[in-house]
């Protein structure tokens, strides 16, 4: 079984994200933070890219990422990430949003996934599709339906798969609905740890 290496706040850890059949995804670098009892927390600092085929994007504003522990909800699993209040969510995003043209600002995104592991430093896990997206004016909604209907069939998910993940989704969007744990603000306080750290790397 795979197992995180000893970790210290501010080590380098890489997050390489697939889609079912080993498909490359989002790749990107981050820090680590810490661990609570909500689980793992990883840090994405404000200027982080991240890689896929055919696209790259740049972090617009400082972002943490929970990998939850076990208890929390059903698998395969979910990870979501939570972002600094206020900012753009990638940069050369308007900001303040336009009226009419801009989407509403992303507050939480939680992607339903495989279990993630950790092989050493590096996060893995395999994409589902299924999102649950909160915008700052406390909207949520369940995003890339279609996507997830599609990829049954064309990357042949198996009906275990698309089972677990669908549990997950409810949960995770009751979850946030709810602002229950650990939807409840507790990563606030990982905003802050990331902020102190990358204050003290700069030194």
Do not use: I, N
């Not at 933070?33 to 055919?54: I, K, M, N, Y």
């Amino acid at each position: 079984m795979p197992e995180r290496a000893p970790l210290a706040p501010g080590d380098a850890v890489h997050c390489e994200m697939t889609k079912w059949g080993e498909h490359p995804h989002w790749v990107y670098d981050a820090l680590w933070l810490g661990s609570d009892e909500h689980g793992d927390w990883v840090g994405v600092p404000t200027g982080t890219r991240f890689a896929r085929p055919g696209r790259e994007l740049t972090a617009g504003s400082d972002q943490v990422v929970l990998v939850p522990a076990p208890s929390y909800g059903v698998r395969p699993g979910w990870l979501a990430t939570f972002h600094q209040a206020g900012g753009a969510v990638w940069a050369g995003e308007p900001s303040p949003p336009e009226p009419v043209a801009a989407a509403p600002r992303v507050a939480t995104y939680v992607d339903m996934t495989t279990p993630a592991q950790w092989h050493g430093a590096t996060l893995r896990a395999v994409d589902l599709d299924l999102d649950v997206v909160q915008d700052v004016a406390g909207t949520v909604v369940v995003d890339d339906e279609d996507e997830f209907a599609a990829h049954q069939v064309e990357l042949g998910y198996p009906a275990h798969v698309v089972t677990a993940a669908l549990q997950s989704c409810a949960w995770v969007h009751a979850a946030v609905v709810a602002a229950s744990a650990p939807f409840d603000g507790a990563h606030r306080a990982w905003l802050d740890r990331l902020r102190e750290l990358r204050a003290e790397l700069r030194g």
